[in-house]
């Protein structure tokens, strides 16, 4: 099961990346071959037709460029959004230019190929969402802007959407689909599209028949099945009203990540412990497993092919994760193994046990992005069941205040049986990752 959990999470990507050729951010993002884009051979119907047609003025492709480089980095698509230069795109499309500002800059291109520079105004790092204007807002005069589809027009299951973007960088295109709901246990709002975006898409709109805007193209699966997702148009829009006679940004925006990951991890935290934890994971203990709210839970069994160790595994993840520009974070993950181990005899039980517990890492990050794990091992007594814990955390190099803290627990009552569990929580507060891990320690107890 570990293996198809990785699998689900390669297979979930941004959908910026652009071109494979071009994009170093962001990270997690396979090759597509230009040959097996879908995007190219769908049919169109005539109803998308003319929605690219009385949309494709409003659209962009959006270059990172070397600056005194002709060089691109990283191309994504976006639209605009007022008759003053506002443009939408991903966050993720313009982090390079956000985050290294000495080094990039960016270029909107027109669907009828004029260049102009363009400037960042506003982040929703949260929503995977940028709010940008061009910088001499003559160059984009004579053009209507897109409209919001009002959130009071609810879409119905299976309305017919189009995506338009610019895919692979091989030029301006419409991908047809439908609606199907919100995403189940996001922790964000995200729409399920029925449909394939490609590479470079990002940041591009997704419209409804009448031309408004529904959602923005921002991840997709790259496995050939017709699942896409999109932000919901009311994120943009609120974006837009805040961001609307904003300064464009001096400097590089780690400050405004650091401080939209500070409010989310409070939000997150809250809602974790709140929702409590799920009854009867193990017939001897209490085993802290979270409810299905915004998290997946995946069970295996392994029984030993060798006469030895046996376990069952179960693993929590959450769907949502925060791109902040070179790593994701933002997130929390949980994991237990019951291992049975009375083939082996207690001697051999206890030293593949405790292999078990020490082979634990805490590396997700380089030392470029944070510290040195701080670790503190330690024995609990749980209303006289005993347990091992180890609890480490890890500062942000590049985001003050934040940490990522890893806990590990084993139980140590029974002689050739026990369960150890792995809490992880990312892009945590200090007060936070201290209050996680106790909530975490605490849950373990005899079952009554």
């Known amino acids: 099961m570990r293996v198809e959990l990785q699998r689900l999470a390669a297979l979930l990507v941004l959908a910026c990346a652009g071109a494979a050729a071009f994009a170093a951010p962001p990270p997690p993002v396979p090759v597509v071959a230009p040959a097996a884009d879908p995007a190219a051979s769908a049919p169109v119907s005539l109803s998308a037709r003319k929605v690219y047609e009385q949309a494709r003025s409003q659209l962009v492709q959006i270059r990172t460029v070397l600056k005194g480089q002709a060089s691109q980095t990283s191309v994504g698509s976006g639209f605009v959004v007022s008759k003053d230069g506002h443009l939408i795109t991903n966050f993720h499309v313009v982090s390079e230019a956000a985050l290294k500002p000495e080094r990039h800059e960016l270029v909107l291109v027109t669907a009828d190929g004029r260049e102009t520079p363009a400037q960042i105004l506003m982040l929703d790092v949260l929503h995977d969402l940028a709010l940008l204007k061009v910088q001499d807002p003559k160059k984009t005069s004579g053009y209507d802007a897109l409209s919001f589809r009002p959130d009071t027009d609810k879409l119905a299951q299976g309305e017919r959407m189009y995506s338009l973007g610019n895919p692979l960088d091989v030029g301006f295109a419409v991908i047809e689909g439908n609606y199907n709901g919100l995403v189940e246990r996001s922790f964000y709002p995200q729409i399920f599209f029925a449909g394939s975006l490609s590479g470079g898409m990002s940041g591009g709109p997704a419209l409804d028949q009448a031309g408004r805007v529904i959602g923005i193209n921002v991840a997709r699966r790259v496995d050939g099945e017709q699942v896409s997702f999109l932000v919901p148009a009311s994120f943009a829009s609120a974006l837009l009203a805040r961001g609307r006679d904003a300064v464009p940004l001096k ?166 049986a026990g369960v150890q569990g792995r809490f992880d929580a990312q892009g945590v507060s200090y007060a936070s990752a201290m209050k996680l891990a106790q909530h975490y320690i605490e849950a373990y107890a005899w079952v009554k």
């Open 251 to 416: 400097g590089n925006a780690w400050p405004i990540v650091a401080a939209q990951l500070t409010a989310h991890q409070d939000v997150l935290t809250e809602r974790f412990i709140a929702q409590g934890w799920k009854p009867g994971t193990h017939p001897r203990y209490s085993v802290p497993v979270p409810p299905d709210r915004f998290m997946r839970c995946w069970g295996s069994s392994e029984p030993s092919r060798t006469g030895g160790l046996d376990f069952e595994r179960s693993d929590c993840v959450m769907d949502t994760r925060i791109f902040v520009g070179e790593f994701n974070t933002g997130t929390i993950a949980t994991r237990h193994e019951a291992y049975d181990g009375s083939k082996l005899g207690t001697m051999r039980f206890a030293a593949q046990y405790s292999a078990s517990f020490r082979n634990e890492g805490f590396g997700r990050l380089g030392p470029q992005h944070q510290t040195k794990p701080q670790c503190h091992e330690g024995y609990v007594d749980r209303k006289g069941l005993a347990l091992r814990t180890v609890v480490c955390v890890r500062a942000y190099k590049k985001l003050p205040k934040l940490y990522d803290v890893a806990v590990l627990v084993a139980t140590l009552d029974q002689p050739q």
